[in-house]
């Protein structure tokens, strides 16, 4: 059964429509990357998921619960720059969020001990968060979320804004977390969604342009390609037009002298095309073949 | 644990991390017993700043104790209203601005447990201020003019207190939707147009909350009598404030 059941869900600002009808599940246990540009809707689409933002429409189930029934006690969320009272300590700061979400005081500070030793954060949590720096306050905003044990963790862009060691760092975590709850975050890096989701969700222009697991999405997407490149005369350029009509082309995209075609056969689409290139003297500058992947269907939908 | 709890636990300790719990009530307290010290030492202070035409201090007459009580309360129109509002200026507003705001709404809790726990925190605010205030002024006007009728002068700082909850409230509600220096602007200026209206037009605004100076001032000076307006107009006001930010808490957009 699915954790999150999201319908139709839109958000407008008067004519503007910043999450159009968007449909999708969670099943338990997945990590799902909210994939996509920026202002492609993925921070307003959790802002809704947290219940931070009425919906103009559309429905959210949690664990198939009545569509606006309050789920807020098993979510967790990390906004993209989590804000915290610098007049606090990191201990003091995840006792009271723990106490919000309905612990004890005595669960409440042990489970923030627990949360804060697991985002290695131990040795600073009795220091004033006005001194942690902007990775600590990451792992901090990790530790608030996890204290009262969610059943689904929203993260919005949790390592856009860390450098490559904070970054490091906050990734390991998530592939810790994720091994024990459902966690949805949004990138617009691929990269971070490929090294540890399941599935994927990809955003463009507030819709979803494409969902499915990754494996799913790379066997579906690597299609056999080659590239080709010649010199700028007028009959190599008309040669790579007729090529787009061949029948082992299914889908070919032309840039002048340069061509990508999609092939379904990629032996056979090599051979006629090198003995057309010597036949018809064709100036070749580049010719590749190889498997197209996530990174260009990414780029294909964000119309890059 | 009730969420309202730990929220206004978290606005006290908070106020004492940022020292305003106890500033404010300093400053309440010089206000306070500013007034029976220059009431008393009024002459010495004339005479001190030079040329006093002769016979003018020999008609000047301490006032009664519970005159200059009322007028000790008085100060705190001015100067103490100021303070309290730019003191919670940044209840709502400077959490929105933050962002800190947006981490405890994800919890499961609702907006109208903020604004209480943060308006009780300010009522607790006033409470010790003022109480510590009129309880300094008191405490002078006994030593140096004469003896104070501390039941009215309870009463009379229980309705002054009121008047000033009705500016921490509105402040309150303004903050929860405008920027910190706006908001104060508007709740102060909303008061000072009630108590100019009131001086203008007495007739017109008796019924408002600001009323309420006076009749505190009337509890220990027998002038005003009671008269119900002034204390259902705050209250209102006062719930209007409260309802009103909870609403305005609910259906804020976070700056991005």
Redesign the interface.
Same mark, same amino acid.
Request: avoid cysteine; charge should be positive; charged fraction near 20%.
């Given at each position: 059964m699915s954790l999150l059941q999201v319908t139709n869900l839109r958000k407008s600002y008067g004519a503007h429509i910043s999450v159009h009808d968007i449909s999708f599940d969670i099943e338990k246990g997945r990590c799902v990357a909210l994939l996509g540009p920026n202002g492609a809707g993925k921070?307003t689409t959790l802002?809704m998921l !947290? &219940?931070?933002? /009425?919906p103009t429409s559309g429905m959210i189930s949690f664990e198939g619960s009545r569509p606006g029934a /309050?789920y807020?006690?098993g =979510?967790g969320?990390v %906004?993209q720059? %989590? !804000? *915290?009272?610098g007049? +606090?300590t990191g201990q003091e700061y995840v006792v *009271? !969020?723990a106490? =919000?979400? &309905? +612990? &004890? !005081?005595k669960e409440a500070t042990s489970s923030a001990l627990e949360s804060l030793i697991r985002v290695g954060l131990k040795d600073d949590a009795r220091r004033k968060i006005g001194g942690y720096s902007g990775g600590m306050k990451q792992r901090l905003g990790l530790a608030?979320a996890l204290v009262h044990r969610p059943r689904l963790l929203l993260l919005d862009e949790p390592v856009s804004a860390l450098d490559p060691i904070g970054r490091r760092e906050v990734m390991e975590l998530l592939r810790e977390i994720r091994e024990e709850t459902t966690v949805v975050f949004s990138t617009h890096v691929l990269h971070d969604a490929e090294e540890i989701c399941d599935d994927i969700i990809l955003m463009n222009h507030g819709r979803i342009a494409e969902q499915g697991s990754l494996s799913q999405l790379r066997s579906q997407y690597s299609l056999p390609v080659i590239r080709l490149r010649t010199e700028k005369h007028k009959e190599a350029i008309q040669w790579l037009e007729s090529l787009a009509s061949k029948p082992f082309v299914l889908d070919s995209e032309l840039f002048g002298d340069h061509a990508v075609f999609n092939v379904h056969d990629v032996e056979k689409a090599r051979q006629t095309i090198l003995q057309e290139a010597a036949q018809l003297e064709i100036p070749l500058l580049q010719f590749e073949a190889g498997s197209s992947t996530l990174e260009d269907l990414f780029m294909k939908v964000v119309g890059v | 644990m009730s969420s309202t709890w730990v929220l206004y636990r978290k606005e006290m300790l908070e106020m004492a991390r940022s020292y305003k719990l106890i500033w404010i009530p300093v400053v309440f307290i010089i206000l306070g017993i500013m007034q029976p010290l220059t009431i008393y030492y009024l002459p010495e202070i004339l005479k001190a700043s030079g040329d006093v035409p002769p016979g003018l201090l020999e008609g000047y007459e301490i006032p009664h104790a519970a005159v200059v009580m009322a007028q000790a309360l008085g100060q705190y129109g001015t100067i103490g209203m100021l303070v309290l509002v730019l003191g919670s200026m940044n209840t709502l507003a400077g959490e929105r601005y933050s962002g800190t705001m947006e981490l405890i709404l994800v919890r499961p809790v609702s907006p109208a447990a903020i604004v209480i726990a943060k308006w009780t925190a300010q009522l607790t605010l006033l409470v010790v201020a003022l109480g510590l205030g009129a309880a300094g002024a008191a405490y002078y006007t006994e030593q140096l003019i004469g003896s104070v009728p501390w039941g009215d002068a309870i009463a009379a700082s229980g309705v002054y207190g009121l008047w000033l909850l009705c500016v921490v409230s509105a402040t309150l509600l303004f903050s929860a939707f405008l920027r910190p220096p706006v908001a104060a602007f508007l709740a102060l200026a909303l008061m000072a147009g009630l108590s100019l209206g009131l001086s203008l037009l007495p007739t017109w605004f008796d019924w408002t909350p600001a009323g309420l100076s006076g009749l505190s001032a009337g509890i220990l000076t027998a002038g005003e009598g009671f008269r119900a307006g002034p204390y259902l107009s705050a209250s209102v006001l006062i719930i209007i404030c409260l309802v009103g930010a909870a609403l305005l808490t609910r259906k804020n957009n976070f700056p991005d």
């Open positions: 921070t802002r !947290a &219940g931070l933002l /009425e /309050e807020r006690r =979510l969320y %906004p720059s %989590p !804000a *915290f009272y007049w +606090m *009271f !969020a106490k =919000l979400s &309905g +612990m &004890g !005081a608030q | -």
